[in-house]
């Protein structure tokens, strides 16, 4: 848990010269999972999000989760601005980040004479602690080599970015073509015979090895699939499940390769998820591995999926086949008779119109549409009828009042017992 | 800590309470204007986070500490808080949950959605409601959503 405390965060700025970076670090950000654009795409009410957390948003809900837009997977287009964005923005952060904490410890510094070694923050702490290697240099002379020696892969690759424009074109001129594999030069001619056997290991360092990684921070391996493949992936369709019979599902799924165990609504819910991930990973410029995929699939499994029934679920619990109706009617006998109860009244009352406990459905017009029943024992108003002040489109009061439960009680009722 | 769920620091009115772990978060909230019915009050919030948060909205309650305590904490009153502290709210609902929304931005609401309040009463039905409900709010939301009675 102590980690956590880590997790780099739009607010880390806020404490330094550099705070007006923390809103532009946010917008960096997706706003469902709250981390750095992974895969950014752009819906058709153009709002990016990551390709994996709109994709499980539109196939939960079907619309936008920033406008409530109706929108389609389908209609999802990569955004590679953003990415680079992204990209540039977190390979340049930490040494930022850490020159700014410095700025703002020198401050506080000259600010406090005893505040000698006092760091800022837990964090700077942290960091300090690993990168001190003893020397008592006083702040402004050690600067530099502490910030290397914090992060020294951060810092390295982001002082490469610098050159790294022409790098990327740079060819020796020497007559060889690069492997796009391995990148071992070769003559023109070796190269597709070469390809036949070449692992993309053991190869010898390029001229240039670096220029290449720092805009790909990807491990290697996943930037082999890429050449490996060549061809785009090809996307999943989406499958109206209740046209599937069971068996054909689990035979989809098979064929998918992933498992295909598990009652009715884990197979469509795994095949939702595999869809997810899989066309989110055909929108990743460095795709993964399937058996990568796998892996993230299995997660899946074992927190939201077949694996984790216990832990949520109570919603469509009376959906699954293990359902223990017996103990459901038992737990639930005082509601259901209430609802029954609450459903003669209901109906009497519909019979004499003029008593009481009568529905007023006209009396209000504008006020939520709470059970008629019991709209009727409120006491007559003492303000005149007016409709909630509302702030803002997303604080919006509830529609619905629970005595409203009845009606779709009497249905689960129905299903506990069908 | 509060990379997924809130930004720091909290806005006025809000604070942290518990946040250690990802499944249960508790927050006090304050009114910050003059209405009556909730000046100088404190009242805390417990939210409950499931593995599918936030795709799935947490579940948002008042919870309430005796006024024998250091920190008495009452359930507010208001046409759609249930004295036992379940939120007739439909932006925690699972229809009208948004995945863009944070725990800042819930306890925003809900601040507002007291100050916006002058009417010194609970909903219709809340005796029967808090006598008879045994179920944990998610699944009540349910209910309300499925049907437009």
Redesign the interface.
């Known amino acids: 848990m102590e980690q956590t405390f880590d997790l780099p965060d739009s607010t880390d700025w806020l404490d330094t010269p550099l705070s007006l970076v923390a809103p532009l670090e946010s917008s960096l950000r997706c706003q469902v999972c709250k981390d750095f654009f992974d895969n950014p795409v752009i819906t058709s009410c153009s709002h990016t999000f990551c390709s994996l957390c709109i994709r499980r948003c539109l196939s939960t809900e079907g619309k936008c989760p920033a406008c409530r837009s109706p929108d389609q997977e389908l209609k999802l287009r990569r955004n590679w601005a953003v990415q680079e964005l992204v990209e540039a923005f977190q390979n340049a952060r930490a040494s930022v980040l850490d020159l700014a904490r410095k700025a703002a410890a020198a401050a506080k510094e000259s600010e406090s004479e005893e505040g000698v070694t006092e760091p800022v923050t837990k964090k700077r702490k942290v960091q300090a602690e690993g990168a001190d290697n003893g020397g008592a240099a006083p702040e402004g002379v050690r600067t530099r080599s502490r910030a290397r020696g914090a992060n020294p892969h951060v810092d390295r690759v982001a002082v490469e970015v610098i050159d790294d424009t022409t790098d990327e074109e740079y060819v020796p001129e020497d007559g060889l073509v690069a492997c796009p594999i391995c990148s071992r030069r070769m003559k023109n001619e070796a190269v597709f015979r070469h390809l036949d056997s070449c692992n993309g290991a053991g190869a010898p360092a390029p001229p240039k090895p670096v220029s290449f990684g720092s805009l790909q921070p990807m491990s290697p391996a996943s930037r082999k699939t890429v050449d490996l493949t060549n061809k785009p992936l090809e996307r999943l369709p989406i499958i109206n499940y209740s046209l599937l019979k069971d068996n054909v599902l689990r035979k989809k799924l098979k064929d998918l390769g992933i498992p295909n165990t598990g009652p009715r609504p884990i197979l469509q819910r795994r095949h939702t998820e595999w869809m997810n991930l899989w066309n989110a990973n055909c929108d990743s410029r460095n795709p993964k591995l399937k058996r990568e995929l796998l892996r993230e699939l299995d997660i899946w499994e074992r927190t939201q999926g077949g694996h984790a029934q216990q832990s949520g679920d109570t919603v469509d619990g009376v959906m699954r086949k293990d359902f223990d109706a017996a103990a459901w009617s038992t737990s639930h006998d005082d509601d259901f008779k209430r609802l029954i109860a609450n459903a003669r009244k209901k109906k009497d009352a519909a019979m004499r119109p003029k008593t009481p406990e009568a529905p007023a459905p006209a009396s209000q017009p504008d006020s939520l549409p709470i059970l008629e029943a019991t709209e009727a024992t409120v006491p007559t108003h003492s303000q005149p009828p007016e409709p909630l002040p509302v702030e803002s489109s997303a604080v919006s009061i509830a529609e619905h009042e629970v005595p409203v439960l009845q009606e779709t009680c009497d249905s689960k009722m129905a299903n506990a017992h069908g | 800590?509060?990379?997924?769920?809130l930004?720091?620091?909290p806005p006025p009115g809000i604070t942290i309470v518990k946040s250690?772990?990802l499944e249960e978060w508790q927050m006090d909230i304050q009114v910050l204007d003059s209405n009556p019915l909730y000046l100088n009050q404190i009242y805390r919030l417990k939210f409950t986070f499931?593995?599918?948060y936030?795709?799935?909205p947490p579940e948002v309650q008042f919870i309430e500490l005796a006024p024998t305590t250091e920190t008495p904490r009452p359930i507010p009153i208001h046409?759609?808080i249930?004295s036992n502290g379940?939120i007739?709210?439909?932006?925690?609902?699972s229809a009208?949950w948004?995945?863009?929304?944070?725990v800042e931005?819930v306890c925003m609401?809900i601040q507002?959605?007291l100050t916006?309040?002058?009417?010194d009463e609970r909903?219709?039905?809340d005796k029967?409601?808090v006598s008879?409900?045994?179920r944990?709010p998610?699944?009540?939301n349910?209910?309300?959503?499925?049907?437009?009675?």
């Open positions: 800590m509060f990379a997924t769920k930004e720091r620091p250690d772990n499931s593995n599918k936030p795709i799935e046409p759609h249930y379940i007739c709210l439909d932006l925690l609902s009208g948004s995945p863009v929304q944070t931005s609401s507002s959605m916006a309040n002058s009417r909903p219709p039905g029967d409601f008879y409900n045994r944990r998610r699944d009540i349910f209910f309300y959503d499925d049907d437009n009675v």
